[in-house]
Each structure stands twice: as C-alpha cells, then as structure tokens.
C-alpha cells in the first residue's frame, strides 16, 4: 500500500512539474509604447512606469535600451524619443485579437 501511494505522489508530481514547465516556455508579447523624454525625465523613472508587477524595473530598462540602442553609460535627452517595448497581459492580448 505504501509503494502504491509513494508512485502515486511521484506521479502527481511529475504531472504538476510538467504543467509548471510548460507554463514557463510560453514566449512574452510586447506591444510597443513612444515616448518623448521631457526635462527630468530618467531612464530609470520612464522604465518604472511601464513596469508590470511581476516585473523588476531592471529588465524594462535592459529592454527600452536594446530596443533604442541605448549605452547606458550615457544619460538620455530631453526630446529624445524612445520605444518602450510594455508586456502585453492575457487581458490585452484577448481584447487585440477580437
């Protein structure tokens, strides 16, 4: 009885992991934002409000960098545009396809 529960659990597992996995391996849509940069504006503070909660602000600024072709080391301009790749979620994602 203790073998069949032990495979039973281990089964359970196995089919729990595999859907967390699964969920994992779906690739993130990004919709795309234009912003001027304005006096006082920072690079940090632009990235912080298109942050989504599961979100580190980090990953947003590695993201608007590459998409601008930023040197981070260099600070951005006033009238500077800038494309702001933003996490699409699954509720803007079912609402853009109808």
Excluded: C, F
Aim: hydrophobic share 40%; proline share 4%; charged share 30%.
């Amino acid at each position: 009885m203790k073998k069949l529960l032990l495979g039973l659990v281990l089964v359970l597992l196995g089919v729990s992991s595999r859907g967390v996995l699964e969920m994992e391996a779906v690739p993130t849509s990004y919709h795309t934002e234009q912003v001027v940069v304005m006096r006082g504006d920072s690079l940090w503070g632009i990235a912080r409000k298109y942050t989504h909660p599961e979100e580190d602000v980090r990953e947003v600024i590695d993201r608007i960098a590459k998409a601008n072709h930023l040197d981070l080391r260099q600070a951005i301009q006033p009238g500077q545009k800038l494309v702001v790749p933003v996490k699409q979620d699954k509720r803007e994602k079912m609402v853009a396809s109808r």
